[in-house]
């Protein structure tokens, strides 16, 4: 079978990104990130998912980009707001965070002789953050296939988003239709300790709307 490196945070998206590479008969090897996020919740729900769906192995890299900051996600200083409507691309997202994972699943698929790597990237119900776009994603993987020992000897690199164009109930119902345990994910930006969402934040609001919309009991647990 040929070889995937999937980009796997532990959230919802990533996880059914995750069932989906497998059920396409990919051999997966899992990368997640310790990347100075403020809660940590996330990573052992990416661990339990790798597991669950048997990945050839799973990496966890540790880099710090809270040492960067200007995130609500990395910075101390820095609130996570409440969900709310806006054009604007909101505190929470991570500068060049996709452009930095996608990077290091390049280097590891490099050294796997693998072609494809799968991110769990959606343009429809999302927070506006350009590195989410089909037109980004096009791009980096133009330059990917530039710029490796793989793409100047034509093994052409490909990136699959297969969420990309599915609003959050799809994704639900897909990931469902291919055994994703949604109580085991992580998608809220301020979970406690214990992987319990805050219910407030915008992860946590297009996921409560997707369950809503795919007519399925939400299994998230909340903080109280």
Do not use: W
């Not at 989906?20 to 998912?49: M, N, R, T, V």
């Not at 290091?104 to 989410?132: K, M, R, T």
């Not at 690199?157 to 990309?164: C, G, K, Q």
Request: net charge neutral; glycine share 8%; proline share 3%.
């Amino acid at each position: 079978m040929s070889k995937a490196v999937i980009l796997l945070s532990g959230g919802l998206d990533s996880t059914t990104t995750l069932a989906i590479a497998k059920s396409q008969g990919f051999d997966c090897y899992a990368l997640s990130f310790d990347y100075g996020q403020k809660q940590k919740s996330e990573l052992h729900s990416a661990k339990q998912a790798a597991k669950v769906f048997d990945t050839i192995e799973h990496r966890t890299m540790s880099i710090s980009l809270n040492d960067i900051g200007g995130s609500a996600l990395t910075d101390s200083n820095i609130a996570v707001p409440k969900f709310e409507h806006s054009d604007k691309i909101p505190i929470t997202y991570v500068p060049a965070r996709n452009t930095i994972f996608l990077s290091y699943a390049l280097a590891y698929s490099e050294v796997l002789d693998c072609q494809d790597i799968f991110i769990g990237v959606n343009a429809l119900d999302y927070s506006g953050y350009p590195d989410c776009r089909k037109e980004y994603i096009q791009s980096f993987e133009a330059m990917a296939n530039l710029a490796t020992k793989q793409g100047v000897e034509g093994k052409k690199l490909t990136i699959h988003t297969p969420l990309i164009n599915l609003h959050k109930a799809e994704i639900i119902q897909k990931g469902l239709s291919l055994g994703v345990d949604y109580s085991l994910t992580t998608t809220c930006y301020q979970a406690d300790d214990k992987g319990r969402a805050c219910g407030v934040c915008d992860a946590c609001a297009y996921r409560k709307i997707g369950f809503k919309e795919a007519g399925v009991s939400d299994p998230t647990r909340y903080q109280k």
